[in-house]
Every structure is written in structure tokens, then in C-alpha cells.
């Protein structure tokens, strides 16, 4: 009797100690052991980052259902995100005021060289800053620093009276020369990458190919620059936007005959009068030209979107294993 | 072979190395001399000159600090705007950081979705060159949805008043240019956290500290020479910024014929010393909290 009652309470005890085990289980799960791996945790941080995302997310949505909406539509304040008619008419008027072929081939041709040249000349300097030794290195290193701050306001205008007397305006060598000589579009900033990655490296690896006799330059193009692959492309990949989405530096150089899409963006008004929406310039929020100018600008955008897309990983990737962290 | 003779070929040997160094820094001394020294100084030399457009090109004449003393003490618009505009940067640029720090410390966690939350937050680098975000703007896409809806002028009429509640809504309504600007500084910030070795965290818990002290402890000090970084990124990024009324002013000025370039580069050349100050500031504070946190 008093037996089978102790088993009894002993069991009772058994069941409320595997209750709260599993309570503490689902609370475990819940708030997790550290802060941040519960699953409430978890569900208040994606509803923060969705929300801020959506911030991030709008005014794109917003630019493709513009460039979508007809006349009607635009003028109508009904009507929100989702236009009743989708049409294509601004994307054609876009196409034609941008003359997209002929401008996209000069926009790619410009950021492609320019952004390769980059990636060749600023690796060579930062290899040079990082591992070589020679009498006011750190001189040069502080006027490239220097070179990263002075803003292109200040230059611009000596720099079109430079190229003025050499002929080259608008002609791509405005852009290509300076990329060439490391000066490019935030050259610095991508000199100072490659020389945080080239530091990071170990010293016995050029012992060892100075022993094979290798020579300076054999040494950097056979075993640095492969090594540096991943900074390489993070600086080829924002050389490459900046340079596709470049604007001031080009709006005076660059401002007739071979002339990037950015620029034509801006023209595309002047483009498309006498067309029969477009017949006179109005003010910039002017709903009649902001389909097609929308239009435009989702085209113009539309290529390093795709490239971005594409190497998404190693933008957000490689640039936490390359030299940009000191 | 004597001592003399000794040092010479210990000479010979060093400059061929020497010389190695300089053949790999060749393009970018033409190119630092040809592409920023020499138009810089140009600048400069502008600035202290009255230059007149005439048919046998620029005619100078020296007027020393004329322009600068005609652009602070002559001209009512300018000063305002300028100080308008470096206190506008001192909200933004604190803002764009602690957003951009916020924003990495949650990217940084582990949840599902991580791939493409990060893809969104990057995608500002592709935006906010050049044209496209300017005619976003002007269209109004880029406008914060909640500014007109809650009326937010009104409330900060009532808590804020006079020259405050200006730069309070300026501050506001540019939100969404704090959120545009930040893509490279959370980027800088993401590769920052990976520079902090997960061995410090663990070994700070087995000491029983609270996830609240080790981000206070370790992550928060492990950081502020990103902090630094990206406050510099920041000041200079907000320099060259599409709406910036100073640099607005500058190139109308450029292109005026009763004042000219001269005075347009003594603008510039001002606006350039007040961020210069700005940087400083930035510098001066990372470093010492660097070193107080070393300490």
C-alpha cells in the first residue's frame, strides 16, 4: 500500500520533470541560449530588416511602375503602384532618346577598359606601397590619401584645359589615360584596397621566388596578382559601376559626341522634343516626361543590376576577405 | 677592391632595388603629377587671381586674398549656405553611420534569408552614383512614404521650434538619402565583424558576461577604426553628392562671366579647408578611442 503509493508519486514527479524539460525545450527554442538564436529573436530581426528593406525596395518599385504607366495614369492620383494599362510606349520613346545601342556599347566599352585598366595599374601601385622598398614610400602613400580626399570640383576645370590642349575632349582617352595611370574614378581608394591585401601577405613568399631568380615583375604577374584574385574583382566590379554610373567628370569632358548613357539621360528630354508627348521642357516633376525618364533610367540601370546579380556573392564576400579591412 | 669602392657597388645594389620600386610606381607618379598635382595647384593659384575670359584665352591678374574676403564678407548667400550645409553634415554623417552600424550588426546574425536581406542593402552601391538616383528623386520615388501621411512637419513644428525644427525636417525628409548612403559603409562594417575573433566571444561568455556586455566589451571597441574609416568614406562620399547646394553653387559660378573662375576655385578651395576640418575631427576621435580602448 505505502509501496505502491511512493511508485505513484514517484512517477508523478517523473512526468512533471519531463513536462518542464520539454517546456524548457520549446523555450530553448523560442528565446534561444544566446540572444540572438531564438526563434523570437529571429522573427523580430526579419521583420525589422523586411520593413527597412521595403524602404530600399520602393523607390525602385516605383521607378519600374512609372516607366509602365500611360499618360492617363501618370496624371491620375487614383492611381498607385499598379497602373490599369501597362504600356511600353516609354521604353520606346527611352530607347530612341538615349539611342540605347550606340550609347550602351559606349558606356560598356568605357567601364570595361577603365575598370580593367584600373584593376592593373592601382594593384601594381599597392603592390609597390605594400612590398617594395624604396626611399619615400610613405610620402607617396600619404599623397595618395591626399589624392582620395581633393574632391573633383577643385580639379575638374584644369582637367578640361589639360585635355583641351592635348585634344583629347571628347574622346574616351579622358577616361582611359587616368585609369591607365592609376587616377581613375576613386583610384585611391582601390590603391589603398590592394595595399591592405599585399600587407596581409606572408614575406617568404617572394623569398622563395627570389631565390628561383624570378624577377620583380615575373614575381607579381606569375604569383601576387593571382593571389589577389578576390580583391582584383571586388575592385574590378565597383570600378566597373562607378564607371558605368559616372556623371560629373564626364558632364564637361565627355558632354558631346562619345557620350555615355548617363549623360543622355539627362539630354533625353532635349532628345525627345517634337515628339508627340514631349513638345515642351517642363519642370522636372512634370508628370509628361516622367514615363519615359523613369523609362530611361531603369534601362540605364538595368545592365550592373544584372552584373550584381550575378556576382552577388563575391561583392558581399570577397570584400570581407580582402584588404579592405586594416 | 677598397672601402670606397665597396660602398659604391653596396649603392649600385641598393638603387637597382630601389629602382624596381619606382618602375612599379611609374604609372601613378604621371599620373598623380599630371592628373591632381598639377591641377590642383593650378587651383590654388586660381583662386588667389581675377581671371577674365578673353579671345587669347585666360588673362590673369593677381589679386591675392580679394576673392576669399568678396566671398565671406561681400556675399550675404554664401557663408549661410555654407554653414547651413556643414551643420546639416554633422546630423547626417553620425546618422548614416549608426544606421549602417545597425543595419551590419543585423545582417551579421544568422536567420533564414541572410543571401538575399543582403543583396537588398548592397543594392544602393549600384544607385546612388550618378544620374539615376537624381532623376528618382526629382520624380519623387525616393521620398520616405510616411512624411506626408503623418504629417511630420506639424509635429516637429510643435516640439522643435524656429531654425531647429529647419534642420530637424531637412534631416528627416533626406532619411531616405541616409538610407541610399549607407551601402558601402555597412558593407566596410560586415567585413569589420569578420576581423573579430569568435574565440573572444566565447571566451568572454564562459566569464559569464551578458550578450549586452560583450557587444559593449569587444564588438563596440573592435569596431571604431571601421568607425573611423567609414565616418572618412562618408565625409568624402557626402562631398561629392549630387544635391549638395555648396558644390551647386560653385559650378554656377564657374561658368559666370561677371565673377569667374577664380572666385568659383576660392569657393571651392573654402568649402574643401571646412571638410578638411571635418575629417580631422573624425580622425582625432577614432584615434583616441582606439588607444583608450587599447588602454
Known sequence: MKWGQTVRQIKGEMTGAMDSR?????????????VNDGWLAKIVLLLML?????????????????????????????????PREMTMQNFLDAWKGLKYPEAFGITLFLALFGSIFQVLSCSLTGYALARLKFPGKNLFFVLTIV????????????????????GWLYTPLVILVPALLAQGIRGALFVIIFRQFF?????????????????????????????????CLVVFLFSFIWYWNMYYEVELLLSQG?????????????????????????????????????????????????LYLIAQRWFTEGIERTGMVE | MNDKQRRMQYLKFRWKDYGVGYLFMLPWIVGFASFVAFP?????????????????????????????????????????ILITEFLELLITIPMILIFAFFISLLLNQKFPGRGIMRAIFFLPVIFTTGQVIFQMFSTGAGELPFMETYNIRGIA??????????????????????????????????????????????????????????FWKITFPGMI??????????IVDMFTFPFNPVLEIVSRNMFDASRGYGYASAMAWLYFLLIMILIFIALWFTGRASRKGRE
Open chain 2, 157 to 214: 513644428d510643435r516640439f522643435f521650434g524656429g531654425w531647429l525644427e529647419d534642420a530637424v525636417v531637412n534631416v528627416l525628409s533626406q532619411a531616405v538619402i541616409i538610407l541610399w548612403y549607407s551601402g558601402v559603409q555597412i558593407l566596410i562594417f560586415l567585413a569589420g565583424f569578420q576581423t573579430i575573433p569568435r574565440t573572444l566571444y566565447e571566451a568572454i561568455r564562459v566569464d559569464g558576461a551578458s550578450p549586452w556586455e560583450s
Open chain 1, 22 to 34: 520539454k517546456a524548457q525545450q520549446v523555450k530553448k527554442m523560442i528565446l534561444g541560449q544566446n
Open chain 2, 225 to 234: 577604426p571601421f568607425m573611423g574609416l567609414n565616418a572618412i568614406y562618408t
Open chain 1, 50 to 82: 523586411i520593413v527597412i528593406a521595403f524602404l530600399y525596395v520602393q523607390p525602385i518599385i516605383e521607378m519600374i511602375s512609372t516607366s509602365l504607366k500611360t499618360l492617363g495614369d501618370l496624371i491620375d492620383p487614383v492611381v498607385g503602384f499598379i
Open chain 1, 199 to 231: 600587407l596581409s601577405q606572408p614575406k617568404a613568399l617572394e623569398e622563395a621566388a627570389k631565390m628561383d631568380g624570378a624577377s620583380a615583375f615575373r614575381l607579381f604577374f606569375r604569383i601576387m596578382l593571382p593571389l589577389a584574385k578576390a580583391s
Open chain 2, 40 to 80: 590642383v595647384g593650378w587651383s590654388i593659384y586660381n583662386s588667389f587671381n581675377d581671371i577674365d575670359l578673353t579671345s587669347e584665352g585666360f588673362k590673369y591678374t593677381w589679386v591675392g586674398f580679394q576673392n576669399y574676403y568678396d566671398m565671406l564678407f561681400r556675399n550675404t548667400a554664401y557663408p549661410i
Open chain 1, 258 to 306: 562619345f557620350t555615355p548613357l548617363s549623360i543622355r539621360l539627362d539630354q533625353l528630354e532635349t532628345n525627345l522634343v517634337g515628339n508627340r508627348a514631349l513638345n515642351f521642357i517642363g519642370n522636372p516633376a512634370d508628370p509628361v516626361s516622367e514615363g519615359p525618364r523613369m523609362a530611361a533610367a531603369f534601362l540605364i540601370v538595368l545592365p550592373p543590376v544584372i
Open chain 1, 147 to 166: 589624392a582620395f580626399l581633393v574632391p573633383p570640383q577643385i580639379t575638374i576645370v584644369p582637367l578640361y584645359m589639360i585635355f583641351y590642349q592635348l
